[in-house]
């Protein structure tokens, strides 16, 4: 079994924000989270540069981590931890929606991926402090 804690983050994005969002600035950050919404992608007629650069600023790219315990199975919550880049131009993520995020490990041990998915918790899916954001994939 996982005797080791192991951190995992990813590059998310926080949707149907009430114009608090921002347009990500060029960064490392936004190329990975293109990239990841590229891959997630199922619908192809949206335009992922006109979605994250909207003058209604409903989208925020946020980074997302997580210290998965030992002994964690697949389906038992873990707490996550969503914060926003320091240039981050979004004022608040209140009332938004957590995109499926990827989360990896970043050592050379190989990659262990979780999904978070931002509809789980009592509040319908919006971001509310002490809701179950992650399960063990």
């Given at each position: 079994?996982?005797?080791?804690?192991?951190?995992?983050?990813?590059v998310?994005?926080?949707?149907?924000?009430?114009?608090?969002?921002?347009?990500?600035?060029?960064?490392?950050?936004?190329?990975?989270?293109?990239?990841?919404?590229?891959?997630?992608?199922?619908?192809?007629?949206?335009n992922?540069?006109?979605?994250?650069?909207?003058?209604?600023r409903?989208t925020?790219?946020?980074?997302?981590?997580?210290?998965?315990?030992?002994?964690v199975?697949?389906?038992?919550p873990?707490?996550?931890?969503?914060?926003?880049?320091e240039?981050?131009?979004?004022?608040?993520?209140?009332?938004?929606?957590?995109?499926?995020?990827e989360?990896?490990?970043?050592?050379?041990?190989?990659?262990?991926?979780?999904?978070?998915?931002?509809?789980?918790?009592?509040?319908?899916?919006?971001?509310?402090?002490?809701?179950?954001?992650?399960?063990?994939?």
């Amino acid at each position: 079994g996982n005797t080791d804690s192991l951190t995992v983050s990813g590059v998310g994005l926080v949707f149907n924000l009430p114009g608090t969002g921002s347009s990500p600035a060029p960064s490392g950050w936004r190329t990975m989270l293109e990239n990841n919404l590229r891959k997630l992608k199922r619908d192809q007629t949206v335009n992922i540069k006109e979605y994250l650069d909207g003058p209604g600023r409903t989208t925020s790219l946020v980074i997302v981590s997580a210290v998965i315990p030992p002994g964690v199975r697949k389906g038992d919550p873990i707490d996550v931890q969503v914060t926003l880049p320091e240039d981050s131009k979004t004022t608040s993520l209140q009332g938004g929606e957590l995109f499926p995020t990827e989360l990896m490990t970043f050592d050379s041990t190989g990659n262990i991926a979780a999904q978070v998915r931002g509809a789980a918790g009592g509040s319908g899916g919006s971001l509310a402090l002490g809701d179950v954001w992650a399960k063990a994939e």
